[in-house]
């Protein structure tokens, strides 16, 4: 890793020559054989892969180190250890996810994903995470929704965090090069290969070109478009996915997104909390829905799974009791877990108690009120996930900015699995295609006149003073997206979503940044631009599924469409966004041996 600094009267040693396309701007250069955008799991399980074998990357992350979004990924990470139930196995873990992900998942991504993820667990185990175990000593497993076994490995309900703990003292020991609080704003490219990224110093706004033959997205998702989110407002805003769509790659499943059935209800626990996740463990571990009414409502939804039905089913059906006026007076349902004894809750969910004991509520003994929540991204870059290409050469994707493993529906705990199992599958991957320990050849002229294209363009955005805050944009982008684009959908709402899109989009012209590029309203003006592509993907596809799947629903075509079994891909096109369609391969023999049993989760042996 070389980077060049700035000289002692201020100019660039090398860089900030004046170009064609306006005046002189400076940057630091940084050259590096791999470039990781993305601290989190994923990008962290990448960048040991790549030391394992011997390539130095540079991993990039836009929080202080070890502070991404896994962190909040709460309940659990999947595997079939059978440490409870010894029957399971890899191939009924592929053939839950497939089913609930309604057969257009991938299937190599899910095969490899459930096939490695046992190694992925004892691996973790020995670098230090702290499992819940058994009396015997085995790592605990517990129950997720729509999963036909105890397959869910868990550190009480702070599983993300402890995971990326572990990670992160895993890079560290390998002495892996981290870089925080710098976003990538465009990636290099000529559409056939990437050369690099140029970004910004969140600290010190200073800008930055990364020059480099291999860059790994791992930026996350999308689910933060939407008003109500689990995520933190500034991240899953979809720079992944549109970073990727810009260079030049393909996106795919973008109307698949995921409402977690148990969100905060804002109204009643304060705004700062809106939207934020109740964790599935809850669920798993016992909790019950209740309506206003105390009605436990899954009875008539999913009498045989209850509240472990897949989170679309669930979601739809509290959706259903506030629309029918069953719902709380703050627009909720109830989650009660208070007949279960009061030391097991702490034991089992000592995180949720002592959130809600913050706010007042001791949920030994009262419920929690919860609403659904946007919370994953099901679509992302189309990639192939043996490797993580995507098609561009030198570009690689992986976590949640991609698609692929979960099809229509995910299943809880398996976000945390993809990013380990896929994630390992290409650090090993990458490594392959170094040549050498520096970038092979000087950065192309044509690529270092975008880079400082980019950058000026930057500095015009820090400059702008029109009337539209970034904020205020985000957020009526958010209303929209929950109004046509939400858990209930029809094509008249989303023709309607795309006209006001378009408004949106107008209004963009006259935004204003309050600050320098060190402030929020900058980074959220950046972010903006990428929310606008991804939400515009995601409601083309949605109006283009004219079926009901897994968390898509639409209210205008209720069912399951069989000749519908494709995948929606998106690409950028000499004219905007271009959607085509693809086929679904079959799984293999084993998994659809497993998939034929029908295996399933009785959810009676928690009563």
Not at 431 to 460: C, M
Not at 569 to 596: I, M, N
């Amino acid at each position: 890793m070389t980077p060049q600094k700035p000289s002692a009267d201020g100019e660039q040693a090398v860089d900030g020559r004046a170009s064609d396309a306006g005046p002189a701007v400076d940057y630091e250069t940084v050259s590096v054989p791999v470039l990781v955008v993305g601290a989190g799991a994923a990008g962290a399980r990448v960048a040991i892969g790549l030391a394992e074998n011997g390539v130095e990357p540079l991993v990039i992350g836009k929080r202080d180190h070890g502070d991404a979004h896994t962190t909040w990924a709460a309940g659990g990470i999947n595997a079939s250890l059978g440490s409870l139930d010894p029957e399971d196995d890899w191939t009924i873990h592929a053939a839950d996810t497939l089913d609930e992900g309604h057969f257009i998942n991938d299937p190599k991504a899910v095969e490899l994903t459930a096939k490695h993820m046992p190694d992925r667990i004892r691996e973790l185990d020995e670098w230090g995470m702290p499992f819940d175990r058994t009396e015997d000593g085995k790592i605990n497993q517990r129950y997720f929704g729509a999963q036909s076994f105890r397959r869910t490995c868990f550190v009480g309900d702070r599983t993300g965090e402890a995971m990326l703990d572990t990670l992160v003292d895993k890079a560290q020991s390998l002495g892996i090069p981290y870089r925080d609080n710098v976003m990538i704003t465009r990636l290099l490219s000529d559409g056939d290969r990437v050369y690099g990224a140029a970004g910004y110093d969140m600290e010190s706004g200073e800008f930055i070109l990364f020059e480099s033959d291999h860059v790994v997205l791992a930026a996350g998702g999308s689910s933060a478009l939407y008003n109500r989110h689990s995520s933190r407002d500034e991240e899953n805003n979809g720079d992944g996915p549109a970073l990727a769509l810009q260079a030049g790659a393909s996106l795919m499943d973008m109307e698949f997104v995921q409402f977690h059935p148990t969100g905060m209800v804002g109204d009643r626990y304060g705004e700062d909390w809106d939207g934020r996740l109740v964790t599935e463990a809850v669920r798993g571990e016992g909790g019950r829905l209740l309506n206003a009414d105390g009605e436990r409502f899954m009875e008539e939804y999913s009498p045989d799974q209850m509240e472990l039905d897949a989170r679309d089913v669930v979601a739809r059906a509290i959706a259903q009791e506030l629309r029918e006026g069953r719902g709380t007076e703050n627009g909720g349902v109830y989650l009660d877990i208070s007949h279960r004894d009061d030391e097991y809750i702490k034991s089992r969910l000592p995180r949720m108690y002592e959130r809600f004991m913050d706010l007042g509520v001791d949920i030994t003994e009262k419920p929690m009120e919860v609403a659904p929540t946007a919370h994953y991204s099901m679509g992302g870059v189309d990639i192939d996930f043996e490797t993580g290409e995507t098609g561009v050469g030198g570009l690689y994707a992986v976590g949640e900015t991609v698609a692929g493993v979960h099809g229509a529906n995910r299943l809880g705990g398996n976000s945390l699995a993809e990013t380990v199992a896929i994630g390992a599958l290409v650090g090993d991957h990458v490594a392959t295609q170094v040549t050498s320990g520096e970038r092979d050849g000087a950065l192309p002229d044509r690529q270092r006149t975008i880079a400082e294209r980019e950058f000026r363009s930057l500095r015009e955005l820090e400059a702008s003073d029109g009337d539209e805050t970034p904020e205020e944009l985000l957020a009526d982008l958010g209303d929209l997206l929950w109004e046509h684009a939400g858990i209930l959908r029809n094509e008249d709402s989303l023709s309607t979503g795309l006209a006001e899109l378009r408004d949106l989009r107008e209004r963009r012209g006259n935004i204003g940044v309050d600050g320098d590029r060190t402030s929020l309203s900058f980074e959220l003006a950046v972010d903006l631009s990428f929310s606008l592509t991804v939400a515009e993907a995601l409601l083309l596809g949605a109006r283009e599924r004219d079926e009901s799947r897994g968390a898509h629903y639409r209210t205008d075509a209720p069912d399951v469409d069989p000749e519908w079994r494709r995948n929606i891909l998106v690409a950028q096109g000499d004219t905007g966004l271009e959607l085509t369609t693809r086929g679904v391969a079959e799984p293999s023999e084993e998994v659809s041996e497993a998939v034929d049993v029908g295996y399933e989760l009785d959810y009676h042996h928690l009563e």
